[in-house]
């Protein structure tokens, strides 16, 4: 009887343990890991000159859990009292092959949103995309909120440098006041992606 009594105690001991396995490995809600972003291309297109396209350039080869420092630049200059069309290209290239990683966010458009933030030379910007253009779903309701992989870029007559802020926000709260008309202040979430782009040219 006592090693009846042994090996019942250890039969239930283990069926517990491997019951709490179970459950965790079926948990509903897994942790959503931040993007890992290695290369940020933002390209910036005047529609009437084919010939004036502005490129920020972002590089962090090991991303944000590597030592290396990430660079950017920026090729072209801005017009003045022009209106860009603009569009972002997130890749992680620690992957083989190559991650696009605008894949993933579109996959999500309902947890992500990028802001493009400046108060210099008047520069304003607008999303040019929403929800619905990455998914089957109709252009309603939350399903209308604003992504920002498309987007526009319009200048003033004001000529010098300004900066860019590109952020890219997950699991925020897209209903917050001011979020879907660009304003991160409400928005809450965590960065994915945070760089300022400096020293872009107006003339």
Same mark, same amino acid.
């Given at each position: ?26 948990? +509903?809600?897994?942790? !959503? ?9 933002? #390209?910036?297109?005047? +529609?009437?000159?084919? !010939?004036? &396209?502005? #490129?920020?350039?972002?590089?962090? $080869? ?26 972002? &290209? ?5 992957? @083989?092959?190559?991650?696009?990683? @605008? ?34 779903? $109709? ?6 909120? $604003? &992504? ?52 872009? &040219?107006?003339?």
């Amino acid at each position: 009887m006592m090693n009846l009594s042994k090996f019942l105690t250890v039969f239930l001991i283990g069926a517990l343990f491997l019951t709490s396995c179970s459950d965790d490995d079926d948990d +509903p809600n897994p942790a !959503n890991d931040p993007e890992v972003i290695t290369t940020m291309t933002v #390209t910036l297109i005047n +529609p009437t000159d084919a !010939n004036n &396209v502005v #490129t920020l350039n972002f590089l962090d $080869p090991d991303g944000d859990i590597g030592s290396t420092s990430p660079t950017s630049n920026v090729e072209g200059e801005l017009r003045t009292n022009t209106t860009y069309n603009g569009s972002i &290209v997130l890749l992680n290239t620690t992957e @083989n092959p190559v991650e696009r990683v @605008n894949e993933e966010i579109e996959g999500e458009a309902d947890e992500h949103q990028f802001f493009y933030l400046t108060s210099d030379l008047g520069i304003t910007t607008a999303y040019t995309d929403q929800e619905c253009d990455y998914n089957e779903e $109709p252009c309603e309701g939350t399903n209308a909120r $604003p &992504v920002g992989i498309t987007f526009t870029l319009t200048t003033t007559d004001a000529t010098g440098t300004g900066d860019l802020r590109v952020l890219l926000l997950h699991e925020l709260d897209k209903d917050a006041e001011g979020v879907a008309g660009g304003n991160d202040t409400n928005a809450g979430g965590e960065a994915d992606i945070d760089w300022t782009f400096e020293n872009i &040219v107006v003339q």
